[in-house]
């Protein structure tokens, strides 16, 4: 079996329903994923001592929303990765059908990637590592994200939100709400989401049901400062050291594409944006998950001497200025 297959399969037997926020597991189908997961091969057993061995494939991206589905691009395009040079405008997109999305990283980046969790047009940022058992087989060492501000992610995604695109989350989290939310009531209702993607298992509305908790935070936090779940972190608000980073660890050329905002999302600016909306609302859980990420984000920067000055030829051979911040304002 292909270890590609297993996600697939594990999202395919998750059957949840959301009724009055009540979730039912099919646990017979958590069964067969783990008899299924006893096939895979030993590179998804356990993280190499190091990112860039052949052992962290393969790669899993968990993908926060707002955070810039363009890394995907970055990642589709590295030579370590991907063997054919297919060029930035037949990749596939973020809301492309599953089935092109497969067929690109079969055809291409055949065993490094176990990215397209769910196989529906509708699955919303699938995620499994609040299973223990799926957590340690396909994530520890393999999983890569970006990160992004909290109050900054939000707004970014309320933005997105009232334009229609994430309706599921009005059909479903929001329990079929017909009024538009203001920013206010959309931060109160989506907060801790970063947490709840590292904790918890589903797509859509199952992992969105109930408050966040301080254990859950805890787990979360704990998750991205161990060292040994993501093998790679980016940060949003500094993306052009981030894509620089990702070069710097797993070789290959800057490449203009990596700067590309692919999904600029409504009322997107390379400013920051005015949180008065918010109402003095902060996300104390996915600040801390954020504080954490910044500092695992740093240490890497040190580790690869990676700089605005010593990326310089990075961005030279992406064809782009030395920029202040980051152009992957969403």
């Not at 052992?55 to 991206?61: E, G, L, T």
């Not at 939310?181 to 109930?210: D, K, Y």
């Not at 944006?273 to 240490?299: C, P, S």
Request: with cysteine.
């Amino acid at each position: 079996m292909r270890a590609f297959s297993l996600s697939v399969i594990a999202f395919h037997i998750l059957h949840v329903q959301c009724d009055d926020q009540q979730v039912v597991e099919d646990d017979v189908g958590l069964l067969q994923v783990e008899q299924t997961t006893q096939t895979l091969s030993t590179l998804m057993l356990s993280r190499a001592s190091s990112p860039l061995s052949a052992a962290s494939r393969p790669w899993i991206w968990l993908h926060l929303p707002k955070t810039g589905s363009g890394v995907m691009n970055t990642f589709l395009q590295l030579p370590s990765l991907c063997t054919a040079d297919v060029g930035f405008a037949n990749l596939p997109e973020a809301k492309d059908p599953p089935a092109k999305q497969m067929a690109y990283t079969e055809a291409y980046c055949a065993g490094s990637f176990e990215w397209w969790l769910g196989g529906n047009p509708r699955t919303l940022h699938p995620t499994a590592m609040g299973s223990a058992m799926l957590y340690n087989r396909l994530y520890v060492g393999h999983t890569f994200s970006m990160f992004r501000q909290p109050e900054q992610r939000t707004i970014s995604h309320y933005y997105e939100y009232i334009e229609g695109e994430f309706f599921v989350l009005a059909e479903q989290v929001f329990n079929g709400w017909t009024k538009e939310p203001t920013l206010a009531e959309f931060a109160h209702r989506t907060q801790g989401w970063s947490v709840r993607m590292i904790t918890r298992i589903g797509a859509n509305c199952e992992w969105m049901v109930g408050n966040v908790t301080e254990a859950e935070t805890a787990l979360a936090v704990s998750r991205v400062s161990d060292g040994h779940t993501f093998s790679f972190i980016g940060i949003t608000d500094q993306w052009d050291l981030s894509m620089c980073l990702v070069h710097a660890m797993f070789g290959g050329k800057c490449l203009a594409s990596d700067f590309a905002n692919t999904r600029p999302g409504p009322n997107a600016s390379a400013d920051l944006y005015d949180t008065a909306g918010l109402l003095g609302w902060v996300d104390v859980a996915d600040g801390q998950v954020y504080a954490e990420a910044l500092k695992a984000f740093q240490e890497n920067l040190n580790v690869y001497g990676v700089s605005m000055a010593s990326c310089s030829a990075c961005f030279a051979d992406a064809r782009t200025d030395s920029p202040s911040q980051s152009i992957q304002s969403m």
